[in-house]
Every structure is written in C-alpha cells, then in structure tokens.
C-alpha cells in the first residue's frame, strides 16, 4: 500500500539558509507522482513542485527543488535563500497510477528565523 | 490564487444538522477532489468526480455525499453531523485524472460542529 512519512514534525532556519524537509514513500507501483504542498497559517493548500517517476532529472521551480531519490525512495523538498514567508507546514503527497488520490505525510512545520 | 473556489469560507452549525459545501474548479478542470484534513486524520481523500461521473472513493462516511453538475462544480453534502466532523474541507481540481496532473487546491471551507 501506498505511503508517505514526513519525519521532522518541526525544523527551524535561519533566512537566507537553505533548508532540506525529508521525505520518504512507500509503492509497489512504478508509475507515481510526487508532490509538495505549501498550507501556511491561513490555511490554503498551495502547490510547490512535482516529481514523476520517471522523470531522469530533479525538478526545479525556482527557490524550491526536489531531490529524488528513486533507489531510496525519497523525495527530499530543499528551500534556497529562506525568506520570512516560507514560514508554513509542507506536506509531500504521492499519487499511484493505478489510483485516483493523493496520498499525505503529517508534514513539516518549517520556521524562518531573522 | 490556485483559480479553485469553494464557498462559504467558514460554517458553524449544530449536530444534527446538514450542511452543503460548494467548490468551483478551474477553467477547463474536468476532476474534482474532496479532501477532509482534521488534527487527527490529517489530509484524507474522500471522493473525485471526473467529467460529473463518480470517478474514486476515499474514507467518506455515508452521512456524505457528494455531485458534480453538468457545468462541472461540485458540492459534498453532510448531513447528521457529529462533533468528530469538524475540519477543514478541501476542493481540488485538475485537467484530467492522470496520477502526473498537478491537483490545485482551493482555500478550503473551515467547518465548526457545535
């Protein structure tokens, strides 16, 4: 069965660091789509990068990139040059394609720091 | 702005009660999610509806129900409602119901049961 685990309840960075939120799942499935959502305190979901299984190279959308590991099964959300309004939780998410749903870690609670 | 909009934004009510959310997906969005995300169950995939026909079925509890309509906006129905039904409604929505389509979220409808 299909599952992602977010490990790091909460993580704290200074602004202009960068910050890597970890990621893992869980497929028998080769085709899947793997997805990071940003819900800051206002509470929408807003989506950030999107990794395809079968994609050769890392994603990349500006400040945020995806380090995917297929061997490890990991996804890992890195955050260049950390601002104040990065402040959010972030939720990795994976869709099987034999299936119609996202599927959630507990997410990360990431704090910018001055 | 994900371009998902769900009304109303907030709702109050009493057990017992029944209640109708709204969602409007994005222009040319034929898929329409429904998530329920609660501090106990986190992020949960209810229904989707694709080109208004059911199309997958998550953890809804048959107290909900959900349609989508011709002009392809969708509402979920609960009724009988418990306090354990208080959450967060999401409504996503993507072109198509490939597991690579980026599901767009919308700012979520907060439901308080008293």
């Known amino acids: 069965a299909q599952k992602i685990t977010q490990t790091q309840p909460g993580m704290f960075v200074q602004e202009k660091e960068a910050v890597t939120l970890d990621c893992t799942y869980d497929?028998?499935?080769?085709?899947?789509?793997l997805f990071w959502y940003k819900q800051p305190s206002s509470g929408e979901m807003i989506f950030l990068i999107y990794?395809?299984?079968?994609?050769?190279q890392n994603a990349t959308e500006g400040r945020y990139s995806l380090n995917f590991q297929k061997a490890r099964k990991s996804a890992n959300l890195v955050i260049s040059a950390s601002q104040l309004g990065d402040s959010a939780m972030y939720f990795c998410a994976m869709r099987e394609r034999n299936t119609d749903k996202l599927i959630f870690g507990t997410g990360t609670r990431l704090q910018v720091f001055p | 702005d994900s371009g998902v909009t769900q009304t109303p934004k907030h709702l109050i009510t009493a057990t017992g009660q029944r209640v109708t959310l709204r969602c409007s997906p994005r222009s040319g969005d034929l898929s329409v999610y429904w998530y329920q995300q609660s501090l106990d169950q986190g992020l949960q995939f209810l229904i989707q509806?694709?080109?208004?026909?059911?199309?997958a079925k998550g953890n809804i509890l048959e107290r909900f129900s959900a349609q989508q309509f011709p002009d392809l906006h969708s509402e979920l129905n609960l009724s009988s409602l418990e306090l354990g039904d208080s959450a967060l409604y999401f409504c996503?929505?993507?072109?198509?119901?490939?597991?690579?389509?980026?599901?767009?979220f919308g700012p979520g409808t907060r439901l308080t049961v008293l």
């Open positions: 509806y694709y080109n208004g026909e059911e199309r």
């Open positions: 990794q395809g299984s079968y994609d050769q």
């Open positions: 996503a929505s993507s072109v198509e119901s490939r597991f690579t389509d980026t599901q767009y």
């Open positions: 497929t028998s499935d080769p085709s899947y789509g």
